[in-house]
């Protein structure tokens, strides 16, 4: 298969999949290998981006999914949401941001770490598919561990953890946590506007 019909057959099975797809089930429906995969995942990804259209193709760990331009969100919420949907509350964030950087972790170690009950907002975040149980910790009692979904990292527009920025060593607190993660929403929201306005300035000369 060429690049470029590899490249359209990858864009018509991310499309018509509607959720992440796994790297190693995408290399053998297209009987290709993972850096050629890689090579025209990237040249799809640079195509959307310089083009400036509505759909982006995110790398998630390691699967694919297709998903809407993050500066056409709120054209895409009007149209399609009857309301918008509720904001995080400070505690959700909270809670999130613990899990996001010790995952994976139990309720108690959340309760700990914030030092009230955690279990309404960790029952919110599973709701809404933001974490997920990972198995049961080896201690009396084995209770449920906890960890983030791809829905955090689409969500909070991050292709993996490591996009998280570190944490100074000498705190755990919550409220520090809650700003890295609002600091690293931030920032990824700066890089992908100054990178729209530098296309769009290349387009221009």
Do not use: C, I, N
């Given at each position: 298969m060429?690049?470029?019909?590899?490249?359209s057959a990858l864009e018509a099975i991310l499309f018509a999949a509607g959720e992440p797809v796994g790297v190693e089930r995408l290399c053998l429906g297209l009987e290709t290998d993972r850096p050629t995969l890689d090579a025209v995942a990237q040249r799809l990804m640079d195509r959307y981006s310089y083009e400036r259209r509505g759909v982006r193709l995110l790398r998630l760990d390691a699967s694919y999914q297709m998903c809407?331009?993050?500066?056409?969100?709120?054209?895409?919420?009007?149209?399609?949401?009857s309301r918008k949907p509720a904001r995080l509350s400070q505690p959700a964030l909270e809670v999130l941001a613990i899990i996001a950087y010790y995952q994976p972790v139990t309720r108690?170690?959340?309760?700990?770490?914030?030092?009230?009950?955690?279990s309404y907002t960790v029952g919110l975040l599973l709701e809404r598919d933001l974490i997920e149980e990972s198995g049961r910790l080896a201690v009396p009692g084995r209770p449920i561990l906890y960890r983030t979904t791809k829905t955090f990292l689409r969500s909070f527009g991050l292709s993996s953890l490591e996009d998280l920025p570190e944490l100074p060593n000498n705190t755990q607190e919550g409220d520090q946590m809650t700003l890295k993660l609002e600091e690293a929403i931030a920032k990824r929201r700066a890089e992908e506007t100054q990178s729209a306005s530098e296309q769009a300035g290349e387009e221009q000369t």
């Open positions: 060429e690049l470029k019909e590899m490249e809407s331009a993050p500066e056409y969100a709120d054209y895409v919420r009007k149209t399609l949401e108690a170690y959340v309760d700990q770490v914030r030092g009230v009950d955690s």
